[in-house]
């Protein structure tokens, strides 16, 4: 679903950024992707599709389970991020990933950095979050959480209060909402970036990826109704909110909206980094 909204493994404003980064190096060094919180491994091994010079990583707390075999240079760890990357060498990355992981990032503001000490000048930092908010058709933030309020979506009100539940006990579930400005400030202070941009909202009138978006969201009441029985609520109650949210969504007789918020930041180089053997127009564009 992500795919088809950001026409791309990534944000396309990034694309030349990547592409230079994954190039293939006068060093002889091997190219090396890293996605944070990789769960399906499925980013990873598109990732190592498109590039298979390069070897893609994928660290999460459990393995994925694969239908088939990933590509032979793609790998797989267990790990917490959590606990930082001293795992790995610094400045070995061509590519840093980190995709709707806040929610169980304790502190990512220090996971951004230690992203940033694990990349090579050059290369690229990616971020990509939902904020876990629904809009309106106006474009607006649905703040009705219940029934008889105008413009009440028990959608909103599914997301909302799995979220809150989720804050709850880890506090900086909703850092996403300070990413954007907290890569801002590492470049104006020691972490310095060659190039930085924030995206907002990612193609939201893409047909196809709306069609992929209302049936992934039309299942989210079933797939967060562990966190909202765990938060108190009464089962009766959270099933009742599920069967609303489901027909709300596959109804759509209201438009309702979620922004992504995507960020990417190319780390400074120096004069005597390496640069690629191979000029742009000859590497692989994204799929």
């Known amino acids: 679903m992500l795919k088809a909204a950001l026409g791309g493994l990534y944000i396309h404003q990034a694309a030349p950024a990547v592409r230079r980064a994954l190039a293939f190096r006068k060093d002889g060094d091997p190219n090396l992707i890293l996605d944070i919180g990789t769960g399906s491994g499925c980013w990873v091994i598109d990732m190592a599709k498109q590039y298979p010079h390069a070897e893609a990583i994928g660290m999460d707390l459990a393995p994925p389970n694969f239908a088939s075999p990933p590509p032979p240079n793609t790998r797989f760890e267990c790990d917490d991020a959590n606990h930082g990357l001293t795992q790995y060498f610094p ?3 061509d590519v840093v990933h980190c995709r709707c992981i806040t929610i169980g990032i304790a502190n990512y503001h220090d996971l951004l950095k230690h992203a940033y000490n694990v990349l090579r000048p050059g290369g690229v930092l990616l971020t990509v979050d939902c904020d876990m908010l629904v809009y309106n058709e106006n474009q607006e933030p649905i703040l009705a959480m ?7 979506s028990w959608l909103n009100l599914v997301v909302s209060t799995s979220i809150q539940a989720v804050v709850n006990r880890n506090p900086g579930a909703k850092d996403y909402l300070h990413t954007s400005r907290w ?7 020691d972490y310095p970036w060659e190039e930085y941009v924030q995206g907002d909202r990612v193609n939201r009138g893409e047909f196809i990826a709306a069609q992929l978006m209302q049936e992934d969201f ?19 109650t959270v099933d009742l ?10 109804g759509m ?6 922004k992504w918020i995507c ?5 400074k180089r120096s004069p005597a980094s390496p640069t690629s053997e191979k000029p742009e127009s000859e ?5």
């Open 91 to 93: 400045e070995s990355f």
């Open 146 to 152: 219940s029934e008889d309020k105008p413009g009440f």
């Open 183 to 189: 890569i801002k400030e590492m470049g104006e202070n």
């Open 218 to 236: 039309s299942n989210v009441g079933a797939t967060l109704r562990p966190v909202l029985l765990a938060c108190g609520n009464p089962e009766e």
């Open 241 to 250: 909110w599920i069967r609303e949210q489901e027909a709300e969504v596959r």
């Open 253 to 258: 007789k209201a438009k309702l909206y979620l």
């Open 263 to 267: 960020n990417w930041a190319v780390k």
């Open 283 to 287: 590497l692989p564009s994204q799929a």
